[in-house]
């Protein structure tokens, strides 16, 4: 629970995703073994992903969105291979990355260029710090964090901008398809978001989907520095279930219910 945004929920089958925001299905042509198109309540990092992008078919033809699976976490196209033949991940997870330095930081600048998409989902969790609590004797250690999920009020779903990349072994066959990976922007908190953490994901809204997905276009800095949708976004304290990714079911995004009160020696 070290990032932030680290985990989120997602329920909109990818096809139908597709049929939603009218863009070209290209995630059943995949095959990822680590998805199954349904529903997830805790995405956590690694995790194959649906993201919308606006690529072209052909060089001089209108670009259109896709939907396509990625993997969440960013491996840039220089990153080396490992042993095994994937990508060498052996420092950060690139699940995050900041608005004020997308355009400049090494690891974001060409896929702030022309590889922006878009991360669709029902809502993410953030923990705010609760202070101290004794832990014994003189020692102290952090009290438990207190989850809470933020999502759409209305019910639609939330799009979050973010960057992608493509990454292919150096020695890759002809013909192998290459890693599709993505990270999510951040950007100051805002509101009453600000009171849980000082950073969140940041929000396009539906009119301006297109506007950040341009593959034509240079990054639009007035969206970089918004919050589009602040205004759709609700707040409610959830069970600490979430706190492990072996615990996925709906009862991760319910109200948290009311600790029963100590009882007291009279």
Known sequence: MGYMCGRFAVTTDPALLAEKIQAIDESTAATKKDT?????????????ISTVVKRHTEPDDESTRRVRLMRWGLVPPWAKSAEDG???TKGPLLINARAEKVTSSPAFRNSAKNKRCLVPMDGWYEWRPNGEAPSGGKSRRAAPKTPFYMYGGDGEMLFMAGLWSTWRPKDAPKGVPPLLSCTIITTDAAGPLAE???RMPLTISRADLDRWLD???PIDEGLLRGHGDLDRIEIREVSRLVNS???NGPELIEPAKPEP???TLL
Request: net charge negative; hydrophobic share 20%; charged share 20%.
């Open 86 to 88: 994937g990508p060498d």
């Open 196 to 198: 849980i953490h000082d």
């Open 215 to 217: 593959p034509d276009a």
């Open 245 to 247: 990714i072996r615990n």
């Open 36 to 48: 199954n198109g349904g529903p997830n309540y805790n995405v956590a990092p690694t995790t194959t």
């Open 261 to 263: 009160e100590q009882a």
